[in-house]
């Protein structure tokens, strides 16, 4: 019998139960939640998409990704912030996104921003990973127990407060941590699901020399 929060595929596998076996949900489960990602567009990207979820599903968000991604040019950052009123009143009339302007201002902000923090670290990536959490901080074991009593973490708690002091907007301790877990900072896939150690050995063997200040 399966371990609660998990459940068996039509392929015989054992998952984590969020997808729902709805096909694109798990789809995005088995290719991209919690598979560590250092490239910086990608990072921006869910950042931000995570802050144009709050008070809806990711399954929202993901079923108008593509949409997004042509709205905000890739979420190019450097692109997105040149954004100037009349793309703001393009995207307010995007049926395809979802259509929030403070989500949308926030978005250009955060992308203003996301500069800034390149000048500083050299990548955004830099800066988020240098924010990994540390080993101790992390439960043993990863069940549908500890996932659900912990939204946020003292790490994700951590990154919000010094983003907000950065300038960045929506994003929240709930919002970083979700972030944190599709991008592979943290491996929450629960134990028994068959992704779990597969990104245990991403991570592990994740190359994160990136993450030195270059000399100079």
Same mark, same amino acid.
């Given at each position: 019998m399966a371990?609660?929060?998990i459940v068996?595929? =039509?392929?015989?596998?054992?998952r984590?139960?969020? +997808?729902? !076996?709805l096909e694109d949900y798990?789809?995005? +489960?088995d290719?991209e939640?919690?598979?560590?990602?250092? =490239?910086? @567009?990608r990072l $921006?990207?869910?950042i931000?998409?995570e802050?144009f979820q709050?008070?809806l %599903?990711w399954?929202?968000?993901l079923r108008?990704?593509e949409? @997004?991604r042509a709205? *905000?040019?890739? *979420?190019d950052?450097d692109?997105v912030?040149a *954004?100037?009123?009349?793309d703001?009143?393009?995207?307010?009339?995007d049926?395809?996104?979802?259509? +929030?302007r403070?989500?949308? /201002?926030?978005?250009?902000? !955060?992308a203003?921003?996301?500069? #800034?923090?390149?000048e #500083? *670290?050299?990548s955004i990536?830099?800066? $988020?990973?240098?924010?990994e959490?540390p080993?101790? #901080?992390r439960?043993a074991?990863?069940?549908f127990e500890?996932?659900i009593a !912990?939204p946020?973490?003292p790490?994700?708690?951590?990154i %919000?407060? =010094?983003?907000k002091?950065?300038g960045?907007?929506f994003?929240g301790?709930?919002t /970083?941590?979700a972030f944190?877990q599709?991008?592979?900072?943290v491996? =929450? +896939?629960l134990?028994g699901? $068959?992704c779990?150690p597969e990104v245990?050995?991403?991570?592990? !063997?994740?190359?994160?020399? @990136?993450?030195? /200040?270059a000399a100079g």
């Amino acid at each position: 019998m399966a371990a609660r929060g998990i459940v068996a595929g =039509d392929d015989g596998r054992e998952r984590c139960a969020w +997808h729902g !076996n709805l096909e694109d949900y798990r789809r995005y +489960h088995d290719a991209e939640w919690g598979r560590p990602v250092t =490239d910086d @567009f990608r990072l $921006f990207e869910k950042i931000c998409l995570e802050g144009f979820q709050s008070g809806l %599903s990711w399954l929202t968000i993901l079923r108008k990704r593509e949409n @997004f991604r042509a709205a *905000f040019a890739g *979420f190019d950052y450097d692109k997105v912030a040149a *954004f100037g009123d009349d793309d703001i009143a393009r995207c307010l009339a995007d049926a395809g996104i979802v259509r +929030h302007r403070g989500k949308i /201002v926030s978005t250009i902000n !955060n992308a203003r921003r996301a500069q #800034e923090m390149r000048e #500083e *670290f050299g990548s955004i990536a830099r800066y $988020f990973w240098n924010n990994e959490p540390p080993a101790a #901080e992390r439960p043993a074991v990863m069940d549908f127990e500890t996932l659900i009593a !912990n939204p946020t973490t003292p790490a994700s708690k951590r990154i %919000s407060k =010094d983003l907000k002091k950065r300038g960045w907007t929506f994003v929240g301790p709930t919002t /970083v941590y979700a972030f944190m877990q599709a991008m592979g900072l943290v491996n =929450d +896939h629960l134990a028994g699901c $068959f992704c779990q150690p597969e990104v245990d050995s991403l991570r592990r !063997n994740l190359d994160r020399s @990136f993450r030195a /200040v270059a000399a100079g």
